[in-house]
C-alpha cells in the first residue's frame, strides 16, 4: 500500500505561483508513476499532469502546459507540481496518484493510489 498525502495548496491571487507536494508513505515511490488531477467546481475531475517512475517523462494537460512543472524526488519519496502564472480557472481540488507506470498517463481510473486533496482558490 502506498499512502500519498498532498500539501502546499491556498488561496491566491492570479499570477502567483504555488508548489504543490505529494509525499508517500509506506512504500517507496520508486516503481509508481504519479499523476496530479483536478477537480473544480462543478466540473469532472481532469488531468493535469504525469510523470514516469524514472522522472524521464513527463505529460502535461494542454491548458497547463507552459505554465506547470511536475517533478519528483525519490530520494524524498515526494513528487512536486510547479503552478506558475495561476488563473482563477485553475482554481480546483489538486489530487496526486499513482500507479505502476503502465497505460495511459491521462486517465485516472488507471491509477491505483490516491490522496485526499489539497485546495488551491485564485482568485482575480
Known amino acids: 500500500q502506498v499512502q500519498l498525502v498532498e500539501s502546499g495548496g491556498g488561496s491566491v491571487q492570479a499570477g502567483v505561483s504555488l508548489t504543490l507536494s505529494c509525499a508517500a508513505s509506506g512504500r517507496t515511490l520508486m516503481p509508481y508513476g504519479v499523476g496530479w488531477f483536478r477537480q473544480g467546481p462543478g466540473k469532472e475531475r481532469e488531468f493535469v499532469a504525469a510523470i514516469s517512475w524514472t522522472g524521464g517523462s513527463t505529460y502535461y494537460a494542454n491548458s497547463v502546459k507552459g505554465r506547470f512543472t511536475i517533478s519528483r524526488v525519490n530520494a524524498k519519496n515526494t513528487v512536486y507540481l510547479q503552478m506558475n502564472s495561476l488563473q482563477p480557472e485553475d482554481t480546483a481540488v489538486y489530487y496526486c496518484?499513482?500507479?505502476?507506470?503502465?497505460?495511459?498517463?491521462?486517465?485516472?481510473?488507471?491509477?491505483?493510489?490516491w490522496g485526499q486533496g489539497t485546495q488551491v482558490t485564485v482568485s482575480s
Open positions: 496518484a499513482a500507479k505502476y507506470w503502465s497505460g495511459s498517463a491521462y486517465v485516472g481510473d488507471d491509477y491505483t493510489y
